[in-house]
């Protein structure tokens, strides 16, 4: 139930496409939708994040389609290009879990390329 | 800049031999987390501090011990490291309670021999 299973693992798209990653989730207590992004070398940093009161958000060519009946949700590279290329997480909140912390459960990762 | 910095970046030990990863953060966050994310892997929770209140993952291993000295710096002890323990390690902030947002730090890559 804490899972988030996030697909493809890896996908390839040309220079102006557009990048889809889809993850699902089981538990409903989840109520907060972040996506990281992550270069080689890099720690991951935060992209994009949603709640589950709205079914969209978009932020220039990064948009965030949430389905709370379907318990999916996802995230949309517009006009990709290869400074795109990177990994991409999503993860899941429950909230806040006590001891100051909100803890993130992790897709397994996408890993984006972009070719020119 | 205000960041999350780890020492080092590559770290080689061997089988046994303890070892020390460190992070240390310039944006005066209230919470510090650790993750481990190996190959392929998702980020995993280790442990986390708000403020200097420690706790620790019902999964982590024993093994694996953290210290906040003071607020800007957090370090993780892996006492008799083996070599499943080889992995990304993840230092991460978030700037106090009941914000969800976490900043994190290049990671240390960790291989045991």
């Given amino acids: 139930q804490q899972q988030v299973k996030q697909s493809p693992q890896s996908l390839i798209v040309q220079k102006g496409g557009i990048s889809i990653i889809n993850c699902a989730y089981e538990n409903t207590a989840f109520d907060y939708f972040p996506w990281y992004q992550q270069f080689p070398g890099k720690g991951p940093a935060l992209l994009i994040a949603i709640r589950p009161d709205v079914s969209e958000k978009k932020e220039g060519r990064f948009t965030i389609s949430f389905n709370k009946s379907a318990k999916q949700f996802s995230l949309h590279i517009m006009d990709s290009q290869p400074g795109d290329s990177a990994t991409y997480f999503c993860a899941a909140s429950m909230g806040y879990s006590g001891a100051g912390s909100y803890q993130l459960t992790f897709g397994k990762g996408t890993k984006l390329s972009v070719i020119p | ?113």
Avoid at chain 2, 7 to 28: A, D, I
Avoid at chain 2, 73 to 97: E, N, Q, V
Avoid at chain 2, 99 to 113: A, C, I, K, S
Wanted: glycine share 4%; hydrophobic share 30%; proline share 7%.
């Fill in chain 2, 1 to 113: 800049d205000a960041m999350v910095i780890q020492n080092p970046r590559y770290q080689v030990t061997q089988f046994g031999k303890p070892v020390t990863l460190s992070c240390s953060q310039t944006l005066n966050h209230n919470v510090m987390y650790w993750y481990q994310q190996k190959s392929s892997q998702a980020p995993k929770l280790l442990f986390h501090y708000y403020d200097k209140d420690f706790n620790n993952e019902a999964d982590t291993p024993d093994n694996f011990q953290s210290r906040r000295p003071n607020t800007s710096f957090c370090f993780l002890d892996i006492r008799s490291p083996g070599l499943g323990d080889a992995a990304m390690y993840l230092c991460a902030t978030s700037p106090r309670k009941y914000q969800e947002t976490q900043y994190f730090g290049p990671g240390t890559r960790l291989l045991v021999l």
